[in-house]
């Protein structure tokens, strides 16, 4: 059974802080994913990486940076966070590197930046 | 450009009634389509994909490539399929396992 864990559940930074958010894969899977879950444009990818130190973005990634030093963890990073920042953070993963194949998802992170 | 479209942002239907949640999708390749889902307080899974052809708690989706639509259907529904559901797209031109995903459509089923 597949297990995509996340630092927090819940985080309140302020406006100008540099944020961490963390995502942990027990499965070896090969890609991983950020993306921001916002009502009425559902999800949206920021980042992705499909090998250790490998990373490509995606729809939106502006204001934000990744990094993956091992397979198995995927970490999201605000340089500088602003409240258009504040949001619903998913972290997923998936096996295969060059196929369609199913993502897991861990149980996202709601970040306020007041 | 790749889009997938969910016209309705929220489905509202009694217990037993059938159910039909729109999906149409932008993709000029051979897409392969998903359906995923999120219950209250629960993490965002897979639902069905097109290409396993599974009928799963009671869902399924042809997709029409005709149409470009991956509808997703029930016969009855039930209250527990009260829930958020995405439809998802891949291909081989967007590369490496990206999904694009449409807003979401809530699904409210009522006794």
């Known amino acids: 059974d597949v297990k995509v864990t996340q630092s927090s559940r819940y985080l309140v930074k302020r406006t100008g802080e540099k944020v961490f958010l963390e995502c942990v894969q027990d499965?070896?899977?090969?890609?991983m994913f950020w993306y921001r879950q916002d009502p009425g444009l559902g999800l949206r990818l920021i980042y992705f990486?499909?090998?250790?130190?490998?990373?490509e973005k995606g729809d939106i990634p502006e204001g934000y940076s990744v990094s993956r030093e091992k397979k198995e963890r995927f970490s999201l990073i605000l340089e500088s966070a602003s409240t258009n920042q504040t949001s619903m953070y998913l972290c997923a993963s998936s096996l295969l590197r060059l196929a369609a194949d199913t993502q897991y998802f861990g149980p996202g992170t709601r970040l306020t930046v007041l | 450009a790749q889009r997938v479209t969910q016209p309705e942002k929220l489905l509202s239907v009694f217990k037993g009634a059938p159910v039909e949640l729109k999906c149409n999708y932008s993709y000029s390749g051979s897409p392969e389509l998903f359906w995923y889902v999120q219950y209250s307080r629960q993490r965002l899974q897979l639902l069905l994909r097109h290409i396993s052809r599974e009928s799963i708690k009671g869902f399924t989706a042809d997709l029409n490539k005709g149409e470009t639509s991956f509808h997703l259907k029930k016969p009855f529904a039930q209250e527990e399929d009260s829930a958020m559901y995405y439809c998802a797209l891949s291909g081989l031109g967007l590369g490496y396992n990206k999904l694009i995903f449409g807003a979401g459509t809530r699904l409210a089923v009522h006794p």
């Open positions: 990486s499909y090998d250790v130190k490998m990373k």
């Open positions: 499965m070896d899977h090969e890609n």
